[in-house]
């Protein structure tokens, strides 16, 4: 466990209820950006609590906030430099010879094969610091500007539609304006679990003062469940409906014709290419899937709504056409002059914790630093700002491109910080090939073990994490906030932005990278910002410049710009686009294609995404019980008709497969998914499963104008998989799997959970790899097909469970779990475990309430007894729902299915 450090001076507080001195810091999770107390808890962890003063979640947590505390843990952890000679293992080497051979192998590729043979690759997860200084090591020191960002993958269309329409990439709005907004659109976005804190807010909005909701999204997701008005648009197709849209607008007399005429260019030929793509609402409905009353009264609520803020995330920017669905939204606010006023604007929901930072810096390999571009003269002015002597003149490579041209041997030399590109881009198995080929691959990492890192990197630093690392992150509303550190470097890890410091030191730049601190990384990029900017850029932190350490330690959540005193919080009200006539621009969307049709051969779509409690590839959230008992296991959701027709059934398992990679995963019916459709999540890798490793099977055709790929849109096909042997093996150690076919690993509440599928009966594969351990029990049927194993430790604790049987579902563990719970039992009772039965009588199936541990079987058999019981009879009796929140949207679905009929 890591030892604690001091807090910082100026930013104790005292947490109310312990007493101690609680560290005033930022979640690491999801853009929302909330702010969080960490309270050291005397033995090496922390307690965590929201932040009540912090403007974005005034003291509320979601479920991954609040489980913080259950990842702090070191055993994952890479906590030493370490790199292998030729083919040989990964050995420990110091700091100072592992950034030697870094700027070594730098150097080299780039005499050799010129600065475009090297790239960086990073990550929304870094700090505005660390982010800065890379790309300024790469753009201005190593003359290439191959750095891109997982970004790419995240929020690439926004920015693109934000500078075709705006010149900038400007979020115009801010969250107040969805307390304030009378319609909330969320399209593409599932609120209720990828931003919770923020769809509270929205819910609260609509508790005070009625605030409609409108969701659009191809399947009914937790948050479409909690709308007004629901449509599940046909994939790709949502610039039909904002098209339809304008075109209604203009028919009704609904425009801002004023705003238009003073601050717009481009209407009428947008609002004709509009008209071709949806002349009225029959065509328009019919084009994008819905049912054309649905699409009206969408219409009629936007058209009569002044106060409206639109909300868009992955549904929209992960597309081969996201840039013109953002512009296609984008065009509706400025048409209506519903931009940059209270409770008004298009409002892209951003995914990382500093998505917004690493696009302030230029880490996009078609920005520079400080939202300046590659014109000739943002170059020269940057090039004079850093003194650099080799400043990159023209735009690198965009992520799938970048890594195109890695597997072409083009690139030869890569470092990776802060993601896990073997999992997370598409066509991941080519991707790991690329990464393998590699000349020279560092990767800088808190884990000592993903899938990036199996790829035979040739060295490894290991980087400071959430409550060690020190830094700034900006939230979706350009909100900077503090993270600050609270416990002390484990190992020698170190930041990010020191390692590179370092190498750039080493290059022969030790005057550009002379700094000592983040606070001084963090004055030369707020600097920047102000460097010769006169208001012709938005993004403008000349009032941060002169912080010094200790008010830089202190500073209090701030939005940009900040340039001096009685600064706006909104942009554009009254236009000052930042285009060179300071007009927006309505863009035209193009008719919206998928990239790819299906065929007789991938008859279904697959649509990709997240859960609600886990957090990407599950470095970190998979570390916490809490978080491990919601969706324990990679699924398939299939509809409930296309999964008859194939033979599939509930919780079997099945095959998904593309043109590029396959996996198998169990299948979840729902009734909310569309026909022809199949959506699975993104968390599994092969750090966690054996095949549920999504990122293989995306194809990731790419926008045009952004570079992002498409995410949502492959043609599958879809198989039953026989797998008639199904079990687990519970164990109180993280172990190697099973020599199971298949398997999963979960984190539960005592115990690592390995969840096994096979086509052999257990005999033939589990009993010899048990092995016979003294004091174990075991119930060997082999005419059944079942064996259940269980050994205990010299206490008498529980050690290990396995049961495998023959079933056509997941077994239930929730009887074999309950032994974890306990230290000791009865020797003589140890038998009793292989009942399967729960001593306690146990719950199976998800765990809906993380913080109370509150699973769907008890939460179905109180309302089944209680059924006028509500929210708060469930909340009163069982506690599930009463903590964060996150969960509501779930239990209200489940009060929703077992209301008795009105009649
Ligand atoms: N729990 C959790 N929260 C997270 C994260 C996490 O890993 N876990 N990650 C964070 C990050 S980095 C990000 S980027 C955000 C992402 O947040 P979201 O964008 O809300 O999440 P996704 O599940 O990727 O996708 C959102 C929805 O887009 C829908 N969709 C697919 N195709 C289309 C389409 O053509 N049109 C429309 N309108 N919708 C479509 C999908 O069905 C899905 O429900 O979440 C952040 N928050
Ligand atoms: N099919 C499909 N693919 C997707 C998506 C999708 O919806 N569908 N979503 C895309 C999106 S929006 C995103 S954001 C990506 C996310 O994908 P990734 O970025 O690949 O996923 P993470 O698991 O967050 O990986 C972060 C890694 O960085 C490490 N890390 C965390 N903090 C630090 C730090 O401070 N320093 C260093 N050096 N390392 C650190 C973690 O241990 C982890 O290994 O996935 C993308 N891929
Ligand atoms: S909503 Fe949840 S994950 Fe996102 S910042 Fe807030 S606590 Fe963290
Ligand atoms: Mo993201």
Same mark, same amino acid.
């Given at each position: 466990?890591?030892?604690?450090?001091?807090?910082?001076?100026?930013?104790?507080?005292? $947490?109310? /209820?312990?007493?101690?001195?609680?560290?005033?810091?930022?979640?690491?999770?999801?853009?929302?950006?909330?702010?969080?107390?960490?309270?050291?808890?005397?033995?090496?962890?922390?307690?965590?609590?929201?932040?009540?003063?912090?403007?974005?979640?005034?003291?509320?947590?979601?479920?991954?906030?609040?489980?913080?505390?259950?990842?702090?843990?070191?055993?994952?952890?890479?906590?030493?430099?370490?790199?292998?000679?030729?083919?040989?293992?990964?050995?420990?080497?110091?700091?100072?010879?592992?950034?030697?051979?870094?700027?070594?192998?730098?150097?080299?590729?780039?005499?050799?094969?010129?600065?475009? /043979? &090297?790239?960086?690759?990073?990550?929304?997860?870094?700090?505005?610091?660390?982010?800065?200084?890379?790309?300024?090591?790469?753009?201005?020191?190593?003359?290439?500007?191959?750095?891109?960002?997982?970004?790419?993958?995240?929020?690439?269309?926004?920015?693109?539609?934000?500078?075709?329409?705006? !010149?900038?990439?400007?979020?115009?709005?801010?969250?107040?304006?969805?307390?304030?907004?009378?319609?909330?659109?969320?399209?593409?976005?599932?609120?209720?679990?990828?931003?919770?804190?923020?769809?509270?807010?929205?819910?609260?909005?609509?508790?005070?003062?009625?605030?409609?909701?409108?969701?659009?999204?191809?399947?009914?997701?937790?948050?479409?469940?909690?709308?007004?008005?629901?449509?599940?648009?046909?994939?790709?197709?949502?610039?039909?409906?904002?098209?339809?849209?304008?075109?209604?607008?203009?028919?009704?007399?609904?425009?801002?014709?004023?705003?238009?005429?003073?601050?717009?260019?481009?209407?009428?030929?947008?609002?004709?290419?509009?008209?071709?793509? $949806?002349?009225?609402?029959?065509?328009?409905?019919?084009?994008?899937?819905?049912?054309?009353?649905?699409?009206?009264?969408?219409?009629?609520?936007?058209?009569?709504?002044?106060?409206?803020?639109?909300?868009?995330?992955?549904?929209?920017?992960?597309?081969?056409?996201?840039?013109?669905?953002?512009?296609?939204?984008?065009?509706?606010?400025?048409?209506?002059?519903?931009?940059?006023?209270?409770?008004?604007?298009?409002?892209?929901?951003?995914?990382?914790?500093?998505?917004?930072?690493?696009?302030?810096?230029?880490?996009?390999?078609?920005?520079?630093?400080?939202?300046?571009?590659?014109?000739?003269?943002?170059?020269?002015?940057?090039?004079?700002?850093?003194?650099?002597?080799?400043?990159?003149?023209?735009?690198?490579?965009?992520?799938?491109?970048?890594?195109?041209?890695?597997?072409?041997?083009?690139?030869?030399?890569?470092?990776?910080?802060?993601?896990?590109?073997?999992?997370?881009?598409?066509?991941?198995?080519?991707?790991?090939?690329?990464?393998?080929?590699?000349?020279?691959?560092?990767?800088?990492?808190?884990?000592?073990?993903?899938?990036?890192?199996?790829?035979?990197?040739?060295?490894?630093?290991?980087?400071?994490?959430?409550?060690?690392?020190?830094?700034?992150?900006?939230? /979706?509303?350009?909100?900077?906030?503090?993270?600050?550190?609270?416990?002390?470097?484990?190992?020698?890890?170190?930041?990010?932005?020191?390692?590179?410091?370092?190498?750039?030191?080493?290059?022969?730049?030790?005057?550009?990278?002379?700094?000592?601190?983040?606070?001084?990384?963090?004055?030369?990029?707020?600097?920047?910002? $102000?460097?010769?900017?006169?208001?012709?850029?938005?993004?403008?932190?000349?009032?941060?410049?002169?912080?010094?350490?200790?008010?830089?330690?202190?500073?209090?959540?701030?939005?940009?710009?900040?340039?001096?005193?009685?600064?706006?919080?909104?942009?554009?009200?009254?236009?000052?686009?930042?285009?060179?006539?300071?007009?927006?621009?309505?863009?035209?969307?193009?008719?919206?294609?998928?990239?790819?049709?299906? /065929?007789?051969?991938?008859?279904?779509?697959?649509?990709?995404?997240?859960?609600?409690?886990?957090?990407?590839?599950?470095?970190?959230?998979?570390?916490?019980?809490?978080?491990?008992?919601?969706?324990? &296991?990679?699924?398939?959701?299939?509809?409930? *008709?296309?999964?008859?027709?194939?033979?599939?059934?509930?919780?079997?398992?099945?095959?998904?497969?593309?043109?590029?990679?396959?996996?198998?995963?169990?299948?979840?019916?729902?009734?909310?998914?569309?026909?022809?459709?199949?959506?699975?999540?993104?968390?599994?890798?092969?750090?966690?499963?054996?095949?549920?490793?999504?990122?293989?099977?995306?194809?990731?055709?790419?926008?045009?104008?952004?570079?992002?790929?498409?995410?949502?849109?492959?043609?599958?096909?879809?198989?039953?998989?026989?797998?008639?042997?199904?079990?687990?093996?519970?164990?109180?150690?993280?172990?190697?799997?099973?020599?199971?076919?298949?398997?999963?690993?979960?984190?539960?509440?005592?115990?690592?959970?390995?969840?096994?599928?096979?086509?052999?009966?257990?005999?033939?594969?589990?009993?010899?790899?048990?092995?016979?351990?003294?004091?174990?029990?075991?119930?060997?049927?082999?005419?059944?097909?079942?064996?259940?194993?269980?050994?205990?430790?010299?206490?008498?604790?529980?050690?290990?469970?396995?049961?495998?049987?023959?079933?056509?579902?997941?077994?239930?563990?929730?009887?074999?779990?309950?032994?974890?719970?306990?230290?000791?039992?009865?020797?003589?009772?140890?038998?009793?475990?292989?009942?399967?039965?729960?001593?306690? !009588?146990?719950?199976?199936?998800?765990?809906?309430?993380?913080?109370?541990?509150? $699973?769907?079987?008890?939460?179905?058999?109180?309302?089944?007894?209680?059924?006028?019981?509500?929210?708060?009879?469930?909340?009163?009796?069982?506690?599930?729902?009463?903590?964060?929140?996150?969960?509501?949207?779930?239990?209200?679905?489940?009060?929703?299915?077992? *209301?008795?009929?009105?009649?």
């Amino acid at each position: 466990m890591n030892a604690p450090v001091p807090p910082p001076l100026g930013e104790v507080v005292a $947490a109310a /209820s312990s007493g101690r001195p609680a560290v005033r810091t930022t979640c690491p999770y999801c853009g929302v950006g909330c702010g969080v107390l960490a309270t050291l808890d005397g033995q090496g962890g922390a307690l965590i609590a929201g932040d009540p003063e912090h403007p974005a979640n005034f003291g509320r947590l979601c479920s991954k906030g609040s489980a913080l505390g259950e990842t702090l843990g070191l055993e994952t952890r890479l906590l030493h430099p370490m790199a292998r000679e030729g083919d040989g293992p990964l050995l420990r080497i110091g700091w100072g010879t592992a950034l030697d051979r870094i700027a070594s192998a730098f150097r080299d590729t780039i005499d050799r094969h010129g600065p475009d /043979s &090297v790239a960086l690759y990073l990550s929304g997860q870094l700090l505005t610091e660390d982010y800065y200084a890379a790309n300024k090591l790469a753009k201005g020191f190593l003359g290439t500007a191959n750095v891109d960002t997982n970004s790419r993958l995240c929020m690439a269309s926004s920015v693109a539609g934000h500078r075709r329409a705006f !010149g900038s990439d400007t979020v115009p709005g801010c969250y107040e304006d969805l307390d304030e907004a009378d319609l909330v659109v969320l399209v593409g976005s599932n609120a209720a679990w990828c931003h919770p804190v923020l769809f509270r807010r929205i819910e609260a909005a609509r508790a005070r003062r009625g605030t409609r909701v409108v969701v659009i999204d191809p399947r009914r997701t937790a948050t479409g469940d909690e709308a007004d008005l629901f449509l599940p648009v046909r994939a790709g197709m949502d610039s039909i409906v904002f098209s339809g849209l304008l075109v209604r607008l203009a028919e009704h007399g609904a425009l801002d014709d004023a705003y238009i005429a003073a601050h717009t260019s481009g209407f009428e030929a947008t609002l004709a290419a509009a008209r071709e793509l $949806a002349p009225d609402v029959a065509t328009a409905a019919r084009a994008a899937g819905v049912e054309a009353e649905a699409l009206e009264e969408f219409y009629r609520l936007f058209e009569r709504t002044e106060r409206v803020v639109t909300c868009y995330s992955q549904g929209v920017n992960q597309s081969a056409q996201g840039t013109d669905k953002v512009n296609a939204i984008i065009n509706c606010h400025l048409a209506t002059g519903r931009i940059g006023r209270p409770g008004m604007g298009p409002f892209s929901l951003t995914g990382q914790p500093n998505a917004m930072g690493g696009r302030e810096v230029g880490g996009l390999a078609n920005q520079l630093a400080a939202h300046m571009d590659f014109s000739p003269g943002s170059v020269d002015r940057v090039g004079r700002f850093w003194q650099a002597p080799h400043m990159a003149t023209r735009e690198g490579l965009k992520a799938v491109a970048l890594f195109d041209a890695i597997a072409a041997g083009k690139v030869k030399a890569l470092w990776v910080m802060g993601t896990n590109p073997a999992v997370s881009l598409p066509r991941a198995d080519g991707v790991r090939e690329a990464l393998r080929g590699l000349d020279f691959l560092a990767v800088s990492d808190n884990v000592a073990a993903n899938d990036t890192l199996g790829c035979r990197p040739h060295l490894v630093l290991p980087a400071l994490a959430w409550g060690e690392k020190d830094g700034t992150v900006t939230n /979706s509303e350009r909100r900077i906030s503090r993270q600050r550190a609270f416990l002390s470097p484990p190992g020698e890890a170190k930041a990010d932005w020191w390692a590179i410091a370092q190498v750039g030191k080493r290059l022969g730049h030790a005057a550009a990278f002379k700094w000592r601190s983040a606070a001084e990384v963090f004055r030369e990029h707020a600097a920047l910002s $102000a460097f010769e900017n006169g208001g012709t850029r938005d993004f403008d932190l000349s009032g941060l410049a002169g912080l010094d350490d200790a008010a830089f330690d202190a500073l209090a959540p701030v939005q940009w710009p900040v340039r001096g005193a009685g600064e706006s919080k909104r942009f554009f009200a009254e236009g000052g686009f930042y285009t060179s006539d300071r007009k927006a621009c309505f863009v035209p969307p193009r008719r919206p294609e998928l990239a790819r049709a299906t /065929s007789e051969a991938y008859p279904f779509l697959l649509n990709t995404g997240r859960i609600r409690d886990q957090w990407h590839t599950m470095t970190r959230s998979g570390l916490s019980p809490r978080l491990g008992a919601h969706l324990p &296991v990679p699924f398939a959701e299939i509809n409930a *008709e296309d999964a008859a027709r194939l033979g599939i059934t509930d919780g079997a398992m099945v095959r998904v497969a593309s043109a590029h990679g396959a996996l198998a995963v169990e299948a979840r019916l729902a009734a909310g998914q569309p026909r022809g459709t199949v959506f699975v999540p993104i968390h599994w890798s092969e750090a966690t499963s054996s095949c549920g490793r999504l990122g293989a099977l995306v194809a990731g055709d790419t926008d045009p104008a952004s570079g992002q790929p498409e995410a949502k849109a492959t043609p599958v096909t879809l198989v039953p998989v026989e797998m008639p042997f199904r079990g687990f093996v519970l164990s109180r150690q993280a172990m190697t799997p099973p020599p199971a076919q298949w398997w999963a690993r979960a984190t539960l509440d005592g115990a690592i959970a390995y969840i096994l599928a096979d086509d052999r009966p257990p005999q033939d594969w589990l009993h010899a790899w048990l092995g016979d351990e003294t004091g174990a029990v075991r119930l060997d049927d082999a005419g059944a097909g079942r064996y259940r194993f269980a050994d205990f430790d010299e206490a008498g604790r529980i050690r290990l469970v396995a049961f495998v049987e023959r079933s056509d579902r997941r077994l239930d563990w929730s009887g074999a779990l309950s032994w974890f719970a306990d230290e000791e039992r009865d020797i003589a009772r140890r038998g009793q475990v292989l009942s399967g039965r729960a001593e306690s !009588g146990g719950a199976c199936g998800p765990v809906i309430c993380a913080c109370h541990g509150v $699973a769907q079987d008890s939460i179905e058999a109180f309302i089944a007894g209680n059924p006028a019981a509500g929210l708060a009879g469930i909340g009163a009796a069982l506690k599930a729902g009463t903590n964060c929140g996150s969960c509501i949207p779930e239990l209200r679905r489940l009060l929703a299915r077992t *209301e008795p009929a009105l009649g």
